[in-house]
């Protein structure tokens, strides 16, 4: 099963239109979950006080007229809703348990003017452990390409199976992304080495990767693209010609404390289509 949060606003829905079109390639069930954030009432009083049914009403609504667009656009699809009241992202990841996959927008109602992710996905992007696909508001041309970020960390393999099968679903290409830079010294040591080289190795890299999960997938035709670039600077660039950018939630560089590397979380606020965190 497919869950999509959705609080009515405009990014919500258009990850209703990406969650209902993903459940139509993959046959599988949609479900519509609305969480009405009781707690600001209830504070002070007694504990299982009756909430008036004014305060659901308009979730009642939010989830009427998502189910409607699901079915508009994905009439084959079965789309379920529910209405849950606590706190959106503990709800949504609690519901996300038992699902293949998690979509939200990329921003809801509340957050700050210059948010470009707001807390809730950033939460569910952090924390949950199926594939969260996170879609902006703007609606983009179908590009038929699905990006994939890999590193020399075996962290990347999770995302790189969901990207290979989303690319098959999408009989989209599948865009291997490594990117990689010479580290910064103030002086450079004196060593002397082969750029080709580096590159070659690099390059390997790459395909010993996308060759063990390549033989579930034959009919993806896959581009390796090596770049001598920041990982976010190249992943977002290649966003731009992409229906789907797949991270990893960790790379080789993960800090110990940190739910969502550096390099998911800029891609996450920064890359125009949707982006898919795939957590080891
Ligand atoms: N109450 C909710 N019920 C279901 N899904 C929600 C709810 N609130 C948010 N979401 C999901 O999370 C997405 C992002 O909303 P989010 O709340 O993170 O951003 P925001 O409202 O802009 O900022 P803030 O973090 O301050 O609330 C929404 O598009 C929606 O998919
Ligand atoms: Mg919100």
């Known amino acids: 099963m497919i869950i999509v949060g959705v609080d009515g606003s405009v990014a919500s829905r258009a990850a209703v239109e990406w969650a209902a079109g993903d459940a139509a390639l993959r046959h599988v069930p949609l479900r519509i979950v609305h969480v009405v954030d009781t707690s600001w009432y ?8 009756a909430l008036p049914d004014t305060l659901l009403r308009g979730g009642r609504q939010v989830l009427t007229e998502a189910e409607a ?27 996300a348990g ?7 927008g990329s921003r809801g109602l509340g957050g700050f003017a210059g948010a470009l992710v707001g807390s809730v996905s950033m939460h569910l992007a952090g924390h949950v452990h199926c594939p969260v696909v996170v879609v902006h508001a703007a609606h983009l041309p179908a590009q038929g390409e699905v990006v994939v970020g890999v590193d020399d960390s075996p962290e990347c393999e999770p995302a790189l199976a969901f990207a290979y099968e989303e690319a098959e679903l999408r009989g989209a290409t599948l865009r291997a992304v490594h990117a990689w830079q010479l580290p910064v010294h103030a002086y450079a040591p004196d060593l002397d080495f082969d750029m080709d080289e580096v590159r070659a190795a690099r390059l390997q890299v790459v395909r010993d990767r996308l060759k063990t999960l390549g033989r579930d997938h034959p009919g993806v035709s896959v581009v390796e693209d090596v770049r001598s670039a920041h990982p976010v600077d190249a992943l977002i660039a290649a966003a731009e010609r992409a229906d789907l950018v797949v991270v990893g939630s960790h790379g080789r560089g993960a800090l110990g404390s940190a739910l969502l590397g550096s390099v998911s979380r800029n891609v996450l606020q920064h890359a125009r289509c949707p982006v898919a965190v795939v957590r080891a």
């Open 98 to 104: 038992d699902a293949a996959e998690l979509v939200t």
């Open 42 to 49: 209830q504070v002070g009083k007694p504990p299982g006080a």
């Open 69 to 95: 667009l699901a079915r508009e656009r994905q009439p084959a699809v079965e789309a379920t809703t529910e209405l849950v009241t606590g706190s959106p992202a503990d709800v949504l990841r609690e519901r």
